[in-house]
């Protein structure tokens, strides 16, 4: 069974810092790109950074660049997203993303709030 859960999200306030966690099972986790994805109610999923398989390649949205960072550890079939310096309009679901050819995964969600 696929399964891709996400922890660490929550409220923190502006220029704080968070750590999202997503851990997979389920499939062979080192050949799939991963990616963190975030949707704020009443706006399209965005595309916040990906990771190719063995980590040697990032690639972030504009609107991230500088302030959150991806990682994966293969060994613990786990991406991570680093978020500082966090801002308002931060505040969304964040999803993780699993995807290898045609096959994709996603996660739950967690929600990340961003207030002071």
């Known amino acids: 069974q696929v399964q891709l859960v996400e922890s660490g999200g929550g409220l923190v306030q502006p220029g704080g810092s968070v750590r999202l966690s997503c851990a997979a099972s389920?499939?062979?986790?080192?050949?799939?790109?991963m990616s963190w994805y975030r949707q704020d109610p009443g706006k399209e999923r965005e595309l916040v950074a990906t990771?190719?398989?063995?980590?040697?390649?990032?690639n972030y949205a504009d609107s991230v660049k500088g302030r959150f960072t991806i990682s994966r550890d293969n060994a613990k079939n786990t991406v991570y997203l680093q978020m500082n310096n966090l801002k308002p309009e931060d505040t969304a679901v964040y999803y993780c993303?699993?995807?290898?050819?045609?096959?994709?995964?996603w996660g739950q969600g967690t929600q990340v709030t961003v207030s002071s």
């Open positions: 993303n699993a995807q290898w050819n045609v096959l994709q995964y």
């Open positions: 389920g499939f062979l986790f080192s050949i799939y790109a």
């Open positions: 990771i190719t398989s063995a980590g040697g390649r990032t």
